[in-house]
T-cell receptor, first 114, second 115 residues
Framework: DVKVTQSSRYLVKRTGEKVFLECVQDMDHENMFWYRQDPGLGLRLIYFSYDVKMKEKGDIPEGYSVSREKKERFSLILESASTNQTSMYLC?????????????FGDGTRLSIL | AQSVTQLGSHVSVSEGALVLLRCNYSSSVPPYLFWYVQYPNQGLQLLLKYTTGATLVKGINGFEAEFKKSETSFHLTKPSAHMSDAAEYFCAVSDSGGGADGLTFGKGTHLIIQP
């Protein structure tokens, strides 16, 4: 089975801190994604990556950056955390190719910014 | 740009009754369509997907969905609800332009099962 592992289930940080969310997948997937999930808004794409060191902005990239130094690892960075970034963050991965490849999700990181 | 509309943020059915969760999409190209389920405190799990071919798609846990191009719909059904089906359900669309773009999700439908 595909395993997408997010380093923390729950995280509490303070306003202004630099925050790192880590995601690792074990299926040699080319594509990796970061979403945030908020009640009533569903999932919104922050950033995605289709190869090592490659990244593309999603729908809501403001206030975030990403890093992909190795194929299996995709990090989401909050440069200076703010309270409006309190949310559930979900990482996903998939094989490359046409967009019929399903995405496999981690269990999420519930981040609270105080 | 593509979009997904899920009608009803909450749907309540009795155990044993038919489950119907509605999803309509807009896409300028033939879409790929997905249904995901999210149980409490977990990530999303793929229920089923439509790519090409047969328009009636069967998934896990007894769920199925039918792609209707004329109605731009991809509704999810299950003949008989079980208590374990209580969860959040998301419909998602991806266009067929190729590449690695992320999915566009609906806002989700919370399915409640009454005993």
């Amino acid at each position: 089975d595909v395993k997408v592992t997010q380093s923390s289930r729950y995280l509490v940080k303070r306003t202004g801190e630099k925050v790192f969310l880590e995601c690792v997948q074990d299926m040699d997937h080319e594509n990796m994604f970061w979403y945030r999930q908020d009640p009533g808004l569903g999932l919104r794409l922050i950033y995605f990556s289709y190869d090592v060191k490659m990244k593309e902005k999603g729908d809501i990239p403001e206030g975030y950056s990403v890093s992909r130094e190795k194929k299996e690892r995709f990090s989401l960075i909050l440069e200076s955390a703010s309270t409006n970034q309190t949310s559930m963050y979900l990482c996903a991965s998939s094989f490359a190719g046409a967009n019929n490849q399903p995405q496999h999700f981690g269990d999420g990181t519930r981040l609270s910014i105080l | 740009a593509q979009s997904v509309t899920q009608l009803g943020s909450h749907v309540s059915v009795s155990e044993g009754a038919l489950v119907l969760l509605r999803c309509n999409y807009s896409s300028s190209v033939p879409p790929y369509l997905f249904w995901y389920v999210q149980y409490p405190n977990q990530g999303l799990q793929l229920l089923l997907k439509y790519t090409t071919g047969a328009t009636l798609v069967k998934g896990i846990n007894g769920f199925e969905a039918e792609f209707k191009k004329s109605e731009t719909s991809f509704h999810l059904t299950k003949p008989s609800a079980h208590m374990s089906d209580a969860a959040e359900y998301f419909c998602a669309v991806s266009d067929s332009g190729g590449g690695a773009d992320g999915l566009t999700f609906g806002k989700g439908t919370h399915l409640i099962i009454q005993p």
